[in-house]
């Protein structure tokens, strides 16, 4: 491994809400938590985006993500989306990916909106409820 670096972003509450982000270079584990509401989604997950695609050629071992989220706008939604189908590409081509997503017990949205990725994305991951 060269020098890879880890990824790490604050959340933040305001106007938007950004999830904490923190991507850990050497175990390949990889959490996202709290609430995915920003203006430019796509430009907030594009940084993230890029971390695992220079895991992908620089590293290329097994990546662990814990997914806490308790809110996502459809523009998070679709970048999220979009990290999986790249995630389900490099399992395709040997890569090995574990993903674990958390969701409040009564939050049947985000459940059906997990079970959604799970579909469109074509990635398999373990649904895990949190008491409330």
């Avoid at 430009?43 to 662990?64: D, G, M």
């Avoid at 996502?72 to 999986?84: D, E, G, T, V």
């Avoid at 017990?105 to 994305?121: C, G, K, R, V, Y």
Wanted: charged share 30%.
């Amino acid at each position: 491994m060269i020098n890879f670096k880890d990824l790490e972003i604050e959340g933040k509450r305001g106007i938007y809400y950004v999830p904490k982000v923190y991507f850990e270079a050497a175990t390949g584990k990889c959490s996202i938590e709290g609430e995915s509401h920003v203006e430019d989604a796509y430009s907030f997950y594009h940084p993230i985006r890029q971390w695992i695609q220079n895991y992908i050629t620089q590293v290329a071992r097994k990546l662990f993500f814990d997914i806490k989220l308790t809110y996502m706008n459809s523009s998070s939604s679709k970048s999220i989306l979009i990290i999986l189908k790249e995630l389900k590409n490099y399992q395709n081509n040997g890569g090995e990916v574990e993903i674990k997503w958390y969701y409040r017990e009564n939050d049947t949205d985000m459940l059906e909106d997990a079970e959604d990725l799970i579909a469109e994305s074509g990635m398999k991951f373990e649904l895990i409820p949190l008491e409330d």
